[in-house]
């Protein structure tokens, strides 16, 4: 079993920067793809970014891609996001996941484990 806890979530003015981390727990010596999905009040869940084992594949939805980074920690098992330009719609509860695979993916049905989500709040 992998535990996942997030945590950096916040409020913030439209413009301005968050940076979300991901601690993983357990299972830790398994090798882990890693990714983030917000979900919106209203809408379903989905796909923010992903990051693979290695961390040298790194995916990312098209409405985030230049702004939103990802990566990990030296020790694999945490994950960042990093959120540039936030912009109001970007206001959602960010959850962190993890699948039993090296390999990176944006479909959210493969993710077997998901943290408890952090609220970030983009103010206009």
């Known amino acids: 079993q992998l535990q996942l806890v997030e945590s950096g979530g916040g409020l913030v003015q439209a413009g301005g920067s968050l940076r979300l981390s991901c601690a993983a727990s357990g299972r830790t010596f398994s090798r882990y793809a890693m990714g983030w999905f917000r979900q919106a009040p209203g809408k379903e869940r989905e796909f923010v970014a992903a990051i693979s084992w290695s961390g040298s594949i790194t995916l990312y939805a098209d409405s985030v891609k230049g702004r939103f980074t990802i990566s990990r920690g030296n020790a694999k098992n945490t994950e960042y996001l990093q959120m540039n330009s936030l912009k109001p719609e970007d206001t959602a509860v960010y959850y962190c996941?993890?699948?039993?695979?090296?390999?990176?993916?944006?479909?959210?049905?493969?993710?077997?484990?998901w943290g408890q989500g952090t609220q970030v709040t983009v103010s206009s």
């Open positions: 996941a993890a699948r039993p695979s090296t390999i990176a993916t944006m479909r959210r049905d493969e993710y077997d484990y």
